[in-house]
């Protein structure tokens, strides 16, 4: 079974701070891809990083970047410079190559900037 | 708003009742999926169409009846639903079926089952 585990259901920040969203799987593949897709309460999941699992560089997109460490299976998500629009469920998901079109999504952190 | 539309946004229907979920994007894209939004639990793929074939369905009731008759329109037909239905419905838009493309999320359609 390939499962995604978000253990933090919900979380909260204070503007301009910084904050991690952590995320593990399960999986025996060793060619998928890792995302992580923010749901704002308009309800579009909008995609705002991702991982090839062959490299060994961490993705980095503008005050997003990822910790991936593939031995451990861990995709944790780092936010820098916290905005008020970044109040959002944030969902951790992975695709196994050749496995087919379903994306493995977990639960979601729920994530709340205060002022 | 990122190419993907549902409609409508919200829906209320009787058990009994038939209705229909529509989805449409313009993004040139040629794989389109439904997914389902339960509370607490992970997002589940329902149905995927790839060149309007379908080309995955993961056990889903035949109460819910899926159509693609192009590649920019997808609908999900429902009748005689259970209040366990109730969720919010997603569907989505990739290029060519590969998920290491970007998947394109509509904003859903909020399913009430009474």
Redesign the interface.
């Known amino acids: 079974a390939q499962t995604?585990t978000q253990s933090q259901p919900e979380m909260s920040v204070q503007e301009a701070e910084t904050v991690t969203l952590s995320c593990t799987y399960d999986t025996s593949e060793s060619n998928y891809?890792l995302f992580w897709?923010k749901q704002p309460p308009?309800?579009?999941?909008?995609?705002v990083i991702?991982q090839?699992a062959y490299k060994q560089q961490n993705a980095t997109e503008n005050r997003f970047s990822v910790n991936f460490q593939k031995a451990a299976k861990s995709f944790s998500l780092k936010i820098s410079d916290s905005q008020l629009g970044d109040t959002a469920m944030y969902?951790c998901?992975f695709?196994v190559?050749g496995s087919?079109?379903?994306?493995?999504?977990?639960?979601?952190t729920s994530l709340l900037v205060t002022p | 708003e990122t190419g993907v539309t549902q409609t409508p946004r919200h829906l209320v229907m009787g058990m009994t009742n038939k209705k229909s979920l529509k989805c449409e994007q313009h993004l040139g894209h040629n794989a389109m999926y439904w997914y389902k939004q339960s509370a607490k639990k992970p997002l589940e793929l329902m149905f995927v169409y790839s060149l309007e074939e379908r080309v995955e369905n993961n056990s889903v009731p035949s109460r819910f009846s899926p159509e693609c008759p192009n590649s920019s329109h997808l609908f999900l037909h429902l009748h005689t639903l259970q209040p366990e239905d109730s969720a919010l419905y997603l569907c989505a838009s990739s290029q060519e079926g590969n998920m290491n493309t970007e998947a394109f999320f509509g904003q859903g359609t909020r399913l009430t089952v009474v």
């Open positions: 995604v891809y897709y308009s309800r579009q999941m909008i995609l991702r090839e969902f998901a695709w190559i087919g079109y379903a994306l493995n999504f977990g639960k979601g």
